[in-house]
């Protein structure tokens, strides 16, 4: 199953924060977080393990609490080069382990 | 910096058509995968492939579809009779782990379905 993401999308000026949320309905063993920049492939930003990690990555960070199935992004200090739709990618405890589920992903905009 | 690539970076096929799209993966990873995104949508799982055969499938990969590694370095997807709604950018992926790594995904093939 999908997992949901939350705001849909969101507008920033430079310099403000942003949280973007990611909820699973089913048990999860890893959390990976992309950005997608307009007509190109998503890139990888970071993956959280079972653990409730918090991750950090410049000025962008990501905590994951598998007791309640979800994560957060943290963008902090946004610049212009954050803008991008973000996804989740979620990894269930009983996969088979090799399949990354995403998202509905959040657009985010920052503006100057 | 090693990178996945894909061909074709577009095509155009008129309905009922057989496609086929190309990736070369990044030459030590050993998960490979196919993602499609329609246009402005989430990025959808298609398969995954491990040690030359289908590990995980969705539902989306329906007879229509395959997958093969003919030669140990590409890492085809086919679509034997394409349809309108098969009109999507098809990203393939490595990996060299699972559970630990990051996927690398190609620059996409848009196919566009007429």
């Known amino acids: 199953q999908q997992p949901v993401q939350s705001p849909q999308a969101v507008i920033l000026r430079e310099g403000e924060d942003a949280v973007i949320n990611c909820s699973s309905s089913k048990a999860l063993y890893s959390v990976h977080w992309y950005r997608q920049k307009h007509g190109e492939a998503p890139v990888f930003l970071m993956i959280?393990?079972?653990?409730?990690e918090q991750k950090g990555h410049d000025k962008i960070s990501a905590s994951f609490n598998e007791k309640k199935q979800q994560s957060s992004l943290y963008l902090t200090a946004s610049q212009l080069s954050y803008s991008g739709t973000y996804f989740c990618?979620?990894?269930?405890?009983?996969?088979?382990?090799?399949?990354?589920?995403f998202g509905t992903g959040t657009r985010l905009a920052v503006r100057p | 910096e090693p990178e996945v690539t894909q061909t074709p970076s577009h095509q155009v096929t008129q309905m009922g058509q057989e496609v086929i799209l190309r990736c070369v993966p990044i030459s030590n990873h050993l998960y490979f995968y196919w993602y499609r995104q329609i246009l402005g949508q989430k990025v959808e799982f298609l398969v995954s492939f491990y040690n030359n055969e289908i590990s995980e499938k969705s539902e989306i990969f329906d007879d229509q579809f395959s997958v093969e590694r003919p030669d140990g370095s590409n890492f085809t997807l086919k679509i034997r009779s394409t349809k309108l709604e098969d009109s999507a950018m098809y990203f393939c992926a490595s990996a060299y782990s699972v559970n630990t790594g990051e996927l690398f995904f190609g620059e996409g093939s848009r196919l566009t379905v007429l």
């Open positions: 990618g979620t990894e269930g405890e009983k996969s088979s382990g090799d399949k990354l589920t």
């Open positions: 959280l393990l079972k653990g409730g």
